[in-house]
T-cell receptor
Framework: GENVEQHPSTLSVQEGDSAVIKCTYS??????FPWYKQELGKGPQLIID?????GEKKDQRIAVTLNKTAKHFSLHITETQPEDSAVYFC?????????????FGQGTILTVHP | GAVVSQHPSRVICKSGTSVKIECRSL??????MFWYRQFPKQSLMLMAT?????????EQGVEKDKFLINHASLTLSTLTVTSAHPEDSSFYIC????????????FGPGTRLTVL
């Protein structure tokens, strides 16, 4: 089955700095890679996603890059703000008969200091 | 994005009782929903796939007789934790795909279960 590794487990930055979180996956058949933000006591919120036919996608301060050859994808947050502090999860979807099933990374606790 | 709700948001029960958690898709229909379990400071672990009008598919190691899933309509799936024990205490989260894509998942707000 799919295995997703996420690094770092914790990340501390100053407000205004950039933050980068990286994930690797094992199944070359995976074709969809979402990123979720989870605040304490709440469900995960989809913040950005990318499909295997695209190398990069950007939405305001958030961007995701995908390297299919190396089987890794990254989340980039620019101009970080204290409200960006949360746990971020990457995930991978294998497609095919794995209808909707996501495999999650271990999560990254992001802390943005004012 | 699509909206998924869960009820209750928090429940405390005595050991041996059963607890039902509801997951609803509010503005879309979902033939499939997913149930996850999350322990403190850990990632989401998929428990089962809920299929409208048919039996749920459970992940390896998840007891189907303990975690009963019913998907009676296109907008509602329920998870019943039967004969709950303290080790069942966890954060239970459901999700559903929407937007015409089979993979874009939207999550509910979660249910915090505490078994005394």
């Amino acid at each position: 089955g799919e295995n997703v590794e996420q690094h770092p487990s914790t990340l501390s930055v100053q407000e205004g700095d950039s933050a980068v979180i990286k994930c690797t996956y094992s199944d070359s058949a995976s074709n969809y890679f979402p990123w979720y933000k989870q605040e304490l006591g709440k469900g995960p919120q989809l913040i950005i996603d990318i499909r295997s036919n695209v190398g990069e996608k950007k939405d305001q301060r958030i961007a995701v890059t995908l390297n299919k050859t190396a089987k890794h994808f990254s989340l980039h947050i620019t101009e970080t703000q204290p409200e960006d502090s949360a746990v971020y999860f990457c995930a991978a979807h294998a497609g095919g008969t794995s209808y909707g099933k996501l495999t999650f990374g271990q999560g990254t606790i992001l802390t943005v200091h004012p | 994005g699509a909206v998924v709700s869960q009820h209750p948001s928090r429940v405390i029960c005595k050991s041996g009782t059963s607890v039902k958690i509801e997951c609803r898709s509010l503005d879309f229909q979902a033939t499939t929903m997913f149930w996850y379990r999350q322990f403190p400071k850990q990632s989401l672990m998929l428990m089962a796939t809920s299929n409208e009008g048919s039996k749920a598919t459970y992940e390896q190691g998840v007891e189907k007789d303990k975690f009963l899933i019913n998907h009676a309509s296109l907008t509602l799936s329920t998870l019943t934790v039967t004969s709950a024990h303290p080790e069942d205490s966890s954060f239970y989260i459901c999700s559903a795909p929407s937007g015409g894509s089979t993979d874009t998942q939207y999550f509910g707000p979660g249910t915090r279960l505490t078994v005394l």
